[in-house]
């Protein structure tokens, strides 16, 4: 039997805004996350702005106990806990338990390791003083350590998991924590994901001469997804979380319910017929979207609004493009496009998640977000949907249906079908 999934919780640790009520804020109003960081100056990287979470490590005190937070070091574990007890919390739960939840699993991705808590290991191992390491390293050096976290503070005994797919481990997450539920192997599935981008990440995409470079005296007008003068794309921390939960369950204990899960797709391009490492193939991206489409019984004409990925390269005309085949709309029929990049930059492996909560905020609020930076839309993307479908101030409309996508490195795709909940 076929479960319906709702979402119950919302948790968001992300550069315009800790925790829901100020990241709706903040959305709703097009506030910038995007912030002059002097390191970046100093270290002579060409993009000297980021979008890093104003977040309260002391503040994790109130998440974890004194013996967990002491000697806890990666920024992304900390997001993420955050986020994800937030969630939790949010969907009325509680966090302190004494027996193992067998029905209730967490899915969390991230894409790399902590690089900067790894220098420490590095350098002691180097200097001969490995004795000086401590008990902690290991488990905030694997890439599990997260769900670890997140999984042992909760008790969760169903799957836990740790996805990465570069920029789709989001999406991806919230797609596979969906699918468990569906089939019947968790009642609840607490997914999301984290990023921190540290100097020595951001340093390896800066040589790439992928990211915004123009704009390092004015933040806020780095990250121009779709804009004719966008210039590259602006690396992005933070975390999101979401409590998924089978309808039968969470109507049975009276949760709040959010939005619905549709349904959704994941695949690759296979680096292909024009895909790359580092460009999706546009075969692998229409099936998915088609896939997604398909699978949560929609039709093409009932979108609403596409959160898009749209980074602020050159790739933004091509996934407009790309939506605009697989959906058979174009000029003013179509749907209305946001990319919260524009405020808080890219979020790699976090961006799925956070646009998620952000896409199911305008579900349940009833809005568009704007796309800042956008007084200038790129021409070749006008030339296939209206001006009015680029909304750059607050839409107040009824939002149905959003499709939510992102594309990763090694040409993977993931999209997911958010819906207005009806019982």
Request: net charge negative.
């Amino acid at each position: 039997m076929s479960r319906r999934v709702v979402v119950t919780g919302l948790g968001v640790v992300s550069p315009n805004g800790v925790g829901i009520p100020d990241f709706l804020n903040a959305i709703q109003n097009g506030v910038s996350g995007i912030r002059f960081n002097p390191l970046y100056e100093e270290l002579k990287f060409s993009c000297q702005v980021a979008g890093t979470p104003l977040f309260d490590w002391e503040g994790l005190r109130n998440y974890i106990s004194e013996v967990s937070f002491y000697g806890l070091k990666a920024r992304g574990i900390g997001y993420g806990l955050q986020a994800a007890l937030d969630a939790w919390t949010d969907a009325g739960n509680q966090i302190e338990s004494d027996e193992t939840d067998w029905d209730t699993g967490c899915i969390f991705g991230n894409s790399i390791a902590d690089t900067e808590a790894m220098k420490n290991v590095i350098s002691r191992v180097d200097n001969k003083e490995v004795k000086k390491l401590g008990s902690r390293v290991v488990e905030q050096a694997m890439n599990s350590g997260v769900t670890s976290y997140i999984s042992g503070r909760l008790a969760l005994g169903n799957k836990v998991i740790t996805n990465s797919a570069a920029c789709a481990t989001g999406t991806q997450a919230i797609l596979m924590g969906y699918e468990y539920i569906k089939h019947g192997y968790a009642k609840r599935m607490l997914v999301g994901s984290t990023e921190h981008v540290d100097t020595y990440v951001f340093g390896a995409f800066d040589s790439m001469r992928v990211l915004s470079r123009k704009f390092n005296d004015q933040p806020e007008r780095a990250s121009r997804p779709m804009s004719a003068t966008a210039g590259g794309f602006v690396p992005g921390s933070g975390s999101a979380a979401l409590v998924l939960e089978d309808l039968d369950y969470a109507l049975a204990r009276g949760a709040k319910i959010y939005a619905e899960v549709l349904g959704g797709s994941t695949n690759s391009g296979g680096q292909r017929g024009g895909g790359s490492m580092t460009a999706p193939a546009p075969a692998g991206v229409i099936r998915c979207i088609e896939d997604a489409v398909k699978l949560s019984g929609i039709e093409a004409n009932q979108i609403d609004l596409i959160s898009g990925h749209l980074t602020a390269t050159l790739a933004d005309k091509f996934e407009i493009q790309n939506w605009s085949t697989v959906l058979g709309r174009s000029g003013d029929d179509f749907p209305y496009v946001n990319s919260l990049k524009s405020m808080i930059g890219h979020s790699l492996s976090a961006a799925g998640s956070i646009e998620s909560v952000a896409s199911i905020l305008q579900i349940v609020h009833g809005f568009v977000h704007p796309n800042i930076n956008l007084e200038d839309p790129n021409p070749e993307i006008t030339n296939i949907i209206g001006n009015n479908c680029l909304p750059t101030t607050i839409v107040k409309t009824d939002v149905n249906i959003v499709a939510k996508a992102n594309f990763g490195f090694g040409d993977v795709n993931s999209c997911l079908i958010f819906s207005k909940f009806n019982n």
